[in-house]
Nanobody, 123 residues
Framework: QVQLVESGGGLVQAGGSLRLSCAAS????????MGWFRQAPGKEREFVAA????????DYADSVKGRFTISRDNAKNTVSLQMNSLKPEDTAVYYC????????????????WGQGTQVTVSS
């Protein structure tokens, strides 16, 4: 079992940057594939990015490719999401997720979820 706690959200102007972090509890962080989802008001949760347990495989949604970078540090039990060139449409609650398989882009593919952190991008 793993518990996830996100941090780093906030308010930023369009074109700015934010870095989200997710701290995972437990000693078996390295066996989990990790990812980020987001949910804007009135919309369904959508896939943002994922990284395999070793960090060797990474996947991005087309909407964030080239602007966001996902990374992980298995020694520190953390996964991060560097968000650059932010747009108002990136405004959402961002969730850190974990599961023991890589490649899923549906919210049903991930069993463990954090509580979320709010990101607001003003125009």
């Amino acid at each position: 079992q793993v518990q996830l706690v996100e941090s780093g959200g906030g308010l930023v102007q369009a074109g700015g940057s934010l870095r989200l972090s997710c701290a995972a509890s437990g000693r078996t962080f390295s066996v989990y594939d990790m990812g980020w989802f987001r949910q804007a008001p009135g919309k369904e949760r959508e896939f943002v990015a994922a990284i395999s347990r070793s960090g060797g495989r990474i996947d991005y949604a087309d909407s964030v490719k080239g602007r966001f970078t996902i990374s992980r540090d298995n020694a520190k039990n953390t996964v991060s999401l560097q968000m650059n060139s932010l747009k108002p449409e990136d405004t959402a609650v961002y969730y850190c997720v974990a599961d023991r398989k890589f490649g899923g882009r549906s919210s049903y593919d991930y069993y463990y979820w954090g509580q979320g952190t709010q990101v607001t991008v003003s125009s």
